[in-house]
């Protein structure tokens, strides 16, 4: 018997079942237990720090701020791989265990995105001498279309975030930004539009960066909480019971 179907009562491993009322569906007790009895902390901080680590640090290589533009690149294969990707993914898993549909789901599809990225500079792999045997505007008008895909999970990302404090909003606003710019630099083949992008992805690594502080640092391990700008104030609202409760 699983230790979450009692026999239709309550969990075993809750002290008491918290929802009141009737028991909920079984799906409901398994797919999202309340916060107060996750098994998992929250690994927000782990996906956001390892995301803007890599994306700094992959900006700065694109916009030429260290080796020069276009050079340096290999060198983030295995952050590539193992930060960026294994970590961010896991911490998606991890967000989405603990019923945080919307971070799992950035979180792990950019962590898969970061491992493939680093995979393909492995050699042995293939992609490298696959692409080297094809046209250098193939190969440059093929990731602008690849950029232009992930551009529009972004704006989806953005617009889910609009509710959400000011920090989040310029983390996601600076990403759009980075990728559309990227997207129109490899279909121009415009070396200053590319940098441009470059920038943006260096400011967002930063957002992101600020934002995983913002939730390590606070009033318990920290002489005050960062400010991140709540802007947004939900309306209460009433369930059929009449108790109030946040949309």
Not at 87 to 100: P, S, T
Not at 115 to 136: C, D, M, R, T, W
Not at 217 to 239: A, I, S
Request: hydrophobic share 45%.
């Amino acid at each position: 018997m699983s230790p979450l179907n009692n026999g239709g009562g309550p969990p075993v491993n809750y002290p008491a079942y918290p929802y009141g009322g009737e028991p909920a569906p079984q799906e409901i007790r398994i797919i999202a237990p309340p916060v107060q009895f996750r098994r998992f902390g929250n690994a927000a901080a782990l996906g956001l720090i390892t995301f803007g680590i890599c994306t700094v640090q992959q900006s700065m290589m694109d916009a030429g701020m260290s080796v020069g533009y276009g050079h340096g690149t290999r060198s983030m294969t295995a952050q590539s791989i193992s930060v960026a990707g294994i970590a961010q993914f896991a911490a998606g898993l991890w967000q989405i265990a603990n019923g945080d549909t919307f971070e799992g789901a950035a979180f792990t599809s950019f962590g898969a995105s970061w491992f493939a990225k680093g995979l393909a500079q492995v050699p042995g792999v293939g992609v490298e001498a696959y692409q080297n045997n094809e046209s250098p505007d193939l190969v440059r008008k093929q990731k602008g279309l690849i950029a232009l895909t992930w551009g529009f999970w972004v704006t989806i990302l953005l617009l889910g975030n609009v509710k959400s404090h000011v920090a989040n909003i310029v983390l996601f606003a600076t990403l759009n930004l980075e990728i559309y710019f990227e997207c129109a630099g490899a279909w121009t083949g415009d070396e200053r539009i590319t940098k441009t992008g470059a920038w943006f992805g260096f400011f967002c690594g930063l957002s992101a960066m600020y934002n995983a502080a913002a939730i390590l640092l606070n009033e318990e391990n920290f002489w005050f909480n960062l400010p991140v700008g709540n802007w947004y104030t939900p309306t209460p609202l009433r369930d059929e019971e009449g108790d109030l409760y946040e949309e």
